[in-house]
Nanobody
Framework: QVQLVESGGGLVQAGGSVRLSCAAS????????MGWFRQAPGKEREVVAV????????SYADSVKGRFTISRDYGKNTISLQMNSLKPEDTAVYYC?????????WGRGTQVTVSS
C-alpha cells in the first residue's frame, strides 16, 4: 500500500516561488516515472511535470514550461517541484503520483494559492 504525502504549498504573491515535496511510504519511487499533477476548482486534474525513473528525462505542460522544475532525490525517496514566476492561474491543489501504469491511491495534495 503506497501512501503519498505532498507538502510545501501555501499562499504566495504572483511572481513568487514555492517548492513542493512528495514523499511516499510503502514503496520506493526509484523504479517509476513520476509526475506532479494539479486540479483547480471546477477543472479536471492535469499533469504539469513528469520525470523519468532515472531522472534523465523531464517534460512539462506548456503552461508551466520554463517556470517549473521537477526533480527527484533517491536517497530521501522524494519528488520535488520548484515553482517560480507563479501566476494566479497556477492556483490549484497539487498532487504527485506515478505517471506510467495505474495510479496509486491519491494523496491529499497540497494547496497552492497565488494572489494577484
Amino acid at each position: 500500500q503506497v501512501q503519498l504525502v505532498e507538502s510545501g504549498g501555501g499562499l504566495v504573491q504572483a511572481g513568487g516561488s514555492v517548492r513542493l515535496s512528495c514523499a511516499a511510504s510503502g514503496r520506493t519511487f526509484s523504479a517509476y516515472t513520476m509526475g506532479w499533477f494539479r486540479q483547480a476548482p471546477g477543472k479536471e486534474r492535469e499533469v504539469v511535470a513528469v520525470i523519468s525513473w532515472n531522472g534523465a528525462s523531464t517534460s512539462y505542460a506548456d503552461s508551466v514550461k520554463g517556470r517549473f522544475t521537477i526533480s527527484r532525490d533517491y536517497g530521501k525517496n522524494t519528488i520535488s517541484l520548484q515553482m517560480n514566476s507563479l501566476k494566479p492561474e497556477d492556483t490549484a491543489v497539487y498532487y504527485c503520483n506515478r505517471n506510467n501504469g495505474a495510479f496509486w491511491d491519491w494523496g491529499r495534495g497540497t494547496q497552492v494559492t497565488v494572489s494577484s
